[in-house]
């Protein structure tokens, strides 16, 4: 590899989003921890996974899911040590992989030092750090996010007498970037987890650094700003580490979060992600081809970041109205299924645990443009628990063995966290790690044997991208980088299906398959015609040079 291509690792990079509290829990106490994260790192190694995302495992009172920061440069006590997470650094280095972490810069827990001085003591050193206002009346305009739980982003403190405003939950107060001094002490936070190790950060709900009247307060020009004054300071003193940013808006809104290749590396394409749900209900492409024709072009030295499922509700704020109703009453069928604007379940239930579903939305994540990023637990196809709170039920413990305490925990079951898996045809007893790794015919396989064949074709990483139009329920497009060209096709309905092609932009000398069972394949004239059967789909690649 040379050194350029080294340095943009991120672009052919898989992404393993991982909760260290729900993954491995190596001293028995219930909770997972960074060293038994440590300890699966062969597992993740042999899955094909290049870069783990770290939640929050910060000093926090967990009322957020550690998006409630206490401290910004500790860890929390139950998650081990910031010798642990060194360690954990070491070791994934030594196996090629690297660790981005997730920074908080948005707002604090009201337990942080920071907030309780600033309540206290108005004209003391910390005074200024949070937004505080005699009267709640500026800032109308700006929506509220966690719709189910709070009805304004203001909030009275009897300690100091005012209000103070906050994007996320009432014990979330938002910094105040108008004052240098947040800044400064939000730098020596990220330098210190640079000097420690970690290869970048995913920044947490950075649409709302800034505030201002008559605005809806997110993406303004001054969050921008601080964003440029973070990445400076990542690219003089730490080349090569990534910010991964997460701003869940429209696609000419995100662009602006990668600058001109002078903000974020990588930013989450989130309208994209709940189309590939509609558009495999509907059995419809029409959707997805829409949004990614309004998704303009990025810089040259930026990624997109693409995912099926995280550790929050699956948002449906970047769909449409109509959108959004079908979405729920198709997917969301019990009231309790719907978490704010979003969806509180996993992948594999989502689809009725249907394997030619998981895979056809894999076979989307890993062909599209991005970077996919995974999230622990949908490789085996784990389901979720509706009835614990808020985002919990897409969160409990990882399923190694069909053991008790589904080798997560030798601790007593009742004194974990979060519960394990009970659900008919998803508790650990049936679906877990150490089954499938027995099994090549598991999903745990099949992920594993797809990512090896992205793996080997930089085109699905670097490459461009080209919709092929066409018949309604097939949504096809090539993937093309110097001389390598991959025709993607994706049956995204439950009947059979035929397609023509014009493949004739490209030099198209033989069409051989690298994923999938086309039925019916021929090329001739430049037109590739092939069958799918439902849900299935195909890579094929067109005759390229460059093709390893
Ligand atoms: C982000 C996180 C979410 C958290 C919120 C507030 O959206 O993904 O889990 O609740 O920020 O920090
Ligand atoms: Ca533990």
């Not at 783990?52 to 920061?69: A, I, N």
């Not at 990445?231 to 003089?236: G, L, P, S």
Request: proline fraction near 6%; aromatic fraction near 12%.
């Amino acid at each position: 590899m040379t050194v350029s291509t080294d340095a943009e690792w991120f672009k052919t990079a898989v992404f393993y989003e991982v909760l260290v509290r729900s993954f491995a829990d190596s001293n028995n106490d219930g909770i997972g921890d960074l060293k038994g994260l440590s300890s699966k790192l062969d597992y993740l190694q042999w899955l094909g996974i290049d870069c783990l995302w770290l939640p929050p495992f910060f000093p926090s009172p967990l009322r957020d899911g550690g998006y409630d920061v206490a401290d910004y440069t500790g860890v929390l006590p139950e998650l081990g040590t910031v010798d642990d997470m060194r360690d954990l650094l070491t070791a994934t280095r030594e196996r090629g992989m690297k660790v981005i972490i997730d920074f908080v810069m948005n707002h604090t827990s009201d337990a942080h030092p920071w907030f309780q001085a600033s309540r206290s003591d108005p004209s003391g050193p910390y005074g200024a750090f949070y937004v505080w206002r005699d009267q709640p009346e500026e800032y109308l305009d700006a929506r509220v996010i966690f719709i189910d739980s709070i009805s304004s982003n203001w909030s009275f403190d009897e300690v100091r007498g005012q209000y103070f405003w906050h994007r996320f939950y009432a014990h979330q107060p938002d910094l105040n970037f108008e004052s240098p001094r947040v800044l400064e002490e939000i730098l020596d936070a990220v330098r210190f987890w640079l000097e420690l190790g970690v290869d970048g950060f995913r920044l947490d709900a950075v649409p709302y650094l800034i505030e201002q009247d008559g605005t809806n307060c997110e993406n303004l020009p001054g969050t921008h700003e601080i964003l440029k004054k973070v990445r400076k300071v990542v690219d003089e003193e730490f080349p090569g580490k990534i910010m991964l940013c997460e701003a869940n808006q429209w696609p000419n809104e995100v662009i602006e979060y990668f600058g001109d290749d002078d903000e974020c590396h990588m930013a989450f394409h989130f309208p994209v992600m709940p189309r590939l749900y509609l558009g495999i209900r509907e059995g419809s492409r029409a959707s997805i081809s829409q949004i990614l024709a309004d998704t303009p072009a990025i810089p040259p030295g930026c990624q997109w970041g693409t995912f099926l499922r995280n550790h929050d509700e699956l948002t449906l704020e970047m769909v449409t109205e109509d959108e959004r109703q079908y979405m729920w009453s198709e997917y969301a069928p019990d009231p309790r299924m719907k978490c704010n604007l979003g969806i509180r379940r996993r992948l594999a239930p989502l689809v009725d645990g249907d394997r030619r579903r998981i895979e056809l939305l894999h076979g989307l994540l890993l062909a599209l443009p991005g970077s996919p990023v995974l999230y622990y637990g949908d490789e085996i196809g784990m389901g979720d628990n509706i009835w614990l709170q808020d985002r919990d039920g897409v969160r409990t413990p990882m399923q190694w063995t069909e053991g008790p305490g589904a080798g997560f925990s030798s601790a007593e079951v009742d004194t974990f966290p979060y519960p394990l898996i009970d659900s008919p045809g998803y508790g650990p007893e049936v679906l877990n790690v150490a089954a499938q790794q027995a099994d090549p015919a598991s999903l745990l396989h099949w992920l594993r044997d797809t990512l090896a064949i992205r793996r080997d074709r930089p085109v699905f990483g670097r490459g461009d991208f080209t919709d092929l139009g066409g018949a309604d329920a097939v949504f096809s497009f090539v993937r093309s980088l110097e001389g390598t060209v991959v025709v993607c096709v994706n049956n995204l309905s439950a009947t059979a299906q035929s397609v023509e092609l014009d493949v004739s932009a490209w030099s198209t000398s033989a069409a051989d398959v690298i994923y999938g069972s086309p039925a019916e394949l021929t090329l001739d004239a430049e037109l590739l015609r092939l069958s799918l059967a439902p849900y299935a789909f195909c890579w094929i690649n067109l005759g390229g040079s460059g093709d390893a």
